[in-house]
């Protein structure tokens, strides 16, 4: 018999204190236990957004983000989109549909330098003021979008 053994007999806990021994006793540190009383410090410091509630997402089908690309970036990709038959040339006016290239809106950002007719669905007026001053159209697709009904009134009787 070993020594510790011998010295812990007649002793009701063997040196481990009223619940240690029992095999359900110290749960103090296992798992998540003590985040908000003697793991509170690790808590702030390392996990600071473990507790609560942390925004929420809309269903997709209510929300629409378009497709974007900026007059600079039409104008740089002017000579790709022609060579690749995207976009067609004649009479030094090159015409793209934007719209075929899955582009939904057309932004201001960057310089209009060739003459071009642009189909798409939107455009800010920043860039439809570029393109017009030099020398090109913007011509606006009317998407057929089904009409949304109404919300009905509830009557409150």
């Given amino acids: 018999m070993s020594r510790t053994c011998e010295r812990h007999r007649g002793s009701r806990t063997h040196g481990r204190g009223k619940k240690a021994g029992r095999g359900a006793g110290k749960r103090g540190g296992r798992g998540q236990a003590g985040l908000h009383k003697h793991k509170y410090i690790t808590t702030v410091k390392y996990h600071p957004d473990y507790f609560g509630r942390h925004g929420m997402n809309r269903d997709p089908s209510l929300y629409n983000i378009p497709e974007t690309m900026n007059v600079g970036a039409l104008m740089e990709n002017l000579d790709s989109f022609v060579a690749d038959g995207k976009a067609g040339k004649k009479d030094g006016t090159v015409t793209v549909n934007l719209k075929n290239l899955g582009i939904d809106k057309l932004l201001g950002t960057g310089k209009a ?39 009905k009134k509830k009557d409150k009787k």
């Fill in 113 to 151: 330098n060739t003459k071009v007719v642009v189909m798409v669905d939107e455009a800010t007026e920043k860039a439809v003021k570029k393109i017009e001053d030099a020398g090109g159209e913007v011509k606006i697709l009317q998407e057929d979008k089904p009409a949304k009904a109404p919300a």
